[in-house]
């Protein structure tokens, strides 16, 4: 089982629509959990963290964690082809500090076909 | 402010050259992370300093690879005998608490 699993897609979703991305995780001890946004060639960009239980939004993005299933996910609203990306999941256990390594699951290809 | 840079943004070399990437973090960040990631996969964890020191190199795969961070800032990622399987980005990434921004990467090919 890997540590960070994520569906790798193509997830396709018109323009306008809501995006959903999910992604689980096998350490019960993880904390910190982001969303970065890679852009081909590029390198990731973060776009979300989330610490706790619950949801947090930004802008047209919104984080859900649920660490009793170990489930995190990223919802894009009014989805732009502009979003057209690979999103990547990342958890960190950094046993109580800040620091620590980042896992990343593979990355969900989406595309925003107008 | 400025980010993280990351030179050379390419590198070509030949199996068994010796090869270093350096990376500058950004200014007053304590913590700087290399990652590699290869083609269709998630960024893997190299190494991460804290300050000067080594906290965690568990991700190198072996002991060709070195990486040093000697005045707490600027890092040095040193691969020796490289192989082609060493082809891949190698991310640099810096932080000052939790969240961490990364570099534009260098992309080694080896061949």
């Known amino acids: 089982q890997k540590e960070v699993e994520q569906n790798s897609g193509p997830l396709s979703v018109p323009e306008g629509a809501i995006a959903s991305l999910n992604c689980t995780y096998s350490d019960r001890g993880s904390q910190s959990f982001f969303w970065y946004r890679q852009y081909s060639g590029k390198s990731p960009e973060l776009i979300m963290s989330i610490y706790s239980n619950g949801d947090k939004e930004d802008g047209r993005f919104t984080a859900q964690l649920n660490k009793a299933s170990q489930y995190v996910s990223l919802l894009i609203r009014d989805s732009q082809p502009s979003d057209s990306a690979t999103y990547l999941c990342a958890v960190k256990n950094a046993g109580g500090t800040s620091y620590g390594k980042l896992t990343f699951g593979q990355g969900t290809i989406l595309t925003v076909h107008p | 402010g400025a980010g993280v840079s990351q030179t050379p943004s390419n590198k070509v070399t030949e199996k068994g050259k010796y090869v270093e990437l350096r990376c500058d973090p950004i200014s007053g960040h304590t913590a700087l992370y290399w990652y590699r990631q290869s083609l269709g996969q998630g960024p893997e964890f190299l190494i991460y300093?804290?300050?000067?020191?080594?906290?965690?190199d568990s991700g190198l795969p072996n002991d060709r690879f070195f990486a040093v961070r000697p005045e707490g800032s600027v890092s040095t990622l040193k691969i020796q005998r490289t192989e082609r399987g060493d082809s891949a980005v190698y991310l640099c990434a810096s932080s000052l608490a939790r969240e961490q921004f990364f570099g534009p990467g260098t992309r080694l090919t080896v061949l």
């Open positions: 300093f804290q300050g000067t020191g080594a906290a965690d």
